[in-house]
């Protein structure tokens, strides 16, 4: 039985992106209505300072800015905090911060530049930021991106911390997933992969946390609501397809700079990213709304 403390936080989270305009600075000021598309579309919540938010581009006062500016226009919809860093001291930081500001829970990756950590220092570094604040922390699995994975090992020796409620695994490793779906029963695990949630939701996973709801949070929030609504399953395993369709197309394009640009055809105004990132050519722009059109989703 997962974590008390977050048994309220299932369905389907957006890993919410970050709207910057062409000099990459943060235009909060359209929190409000990116918010509130998720709220009209399924979404239960949102993790602000995730990968999607861009969030290893953002100093720590704007990942701070970002946080406060999601909490103080969430209007019924959860927030979990992206907490994660390279350095220790700006963990701590962050997840304190979380914590005071009232964010439900912490989602943290492992430090990624030192590559091959020890088990020892991986060790270390989560058990400080699960002392440091009394929030429900999530180990974030996504070894893709910082090449530092999460071990079993690591969960084991900090299984029981009363800090430790569950873990986002966005590897899309069915396997793997459902492999600690069964054995850390205790902890609540989150999809981080749109191609596998009709895999893992009949296996107890707690929801998703998404980077494609972004753009397409009905399609998303609807494969959960096909597994909670429909006992056969028939639902969810329709709406999966559909995501399968548009991840497809949609994932072809460079990365968070493609979520932006469907918004831009959705009523948002342009966003931007910073770099290393880029945004669309207009030639990619054209070929992906295009695909998307062609397909019916747009």
Not at 48 to 70: F, I, M, Y
Request: charge should be negative; proline fraction near 7%; hydrophobic fraction near 40%.
């Amino acid at each position: 039985m997962p974590n008390s403390r977050i048994a309220h936080l299932k369905g389907t989270f957006v890993a919410l992106l970050t709207p910057m305009d062409s000099a990459g600075n943060l235009q909060l000021e359209y929190l409000p209505d990116l918010l509130a598309f998720h709220r009209q579309n399924g979404v239960v919540g949102v993790v602000s300072g995730g990968t999607n938010s861009e969030a290893t581009s953002l100093s720590v006062s704007e990942r701070k800015r970002l946080l406060e500016a999601t909490l103080a226009q969430s209007n019924g919809l959860h927030v979990m905090a992206g907490t994660g860093a390279t350095s220790l001291t700006d963990a701590l930081e962050l997840t304190r911060h979380a914590a005071e500001c009232g964010a439900e829970a912490a989602l943290v990756v492992p430090p990624f530049f030192v590559k091959n950590p020890s088990p020892l220092g991986l060790y270390n570094y989560f058990k400080a930021l699960l002392d440091s604040a009394d929030i429900p922390l999530l180990l974030y699995h996504i070894p893709a991106f910082t090449a530092v994975p999460i071990p079993d090992e690591l969960i084991d020796n900090l299984l029981g911390h009363p800090n430790l409620v569950g873990m986002k695994n966005s590897t899309g490793d069915i396997a793997h997933t459902v492999g600690w779906l069964e054995k850390y029963p205790q902890l609540a695990l989150y999809s981080g992969s749109d191609l596998i949630h009709e895999h893992v939701y009949p296996k107890g996973a707690h929801g998703c946390i998404s980077g494609l709801s972004n753009a397409f949070p009905e399609l998303i929030s609807a494969v959960w609501q096909g597994y909670s609504e429909d006992p056969s399953l028939v639902k969810m395993r329709e709406a999966q397809q559909r995501v399968l369709v548009m991840a497809e197309i949609v994932r072809k394009y460079p990365f968070v700079a493609n979520n932006k640009t469907i918004l831009a055809h959705r009523g948002f105004p342009r966003f931007h990213v910073r770099p290393s990132l880029v945004d669309l050519t207009p030639e990619q722009e054209d070929c992906l709304i295009g695909e998307l059109k062609t397909a019916g989703l747009l």
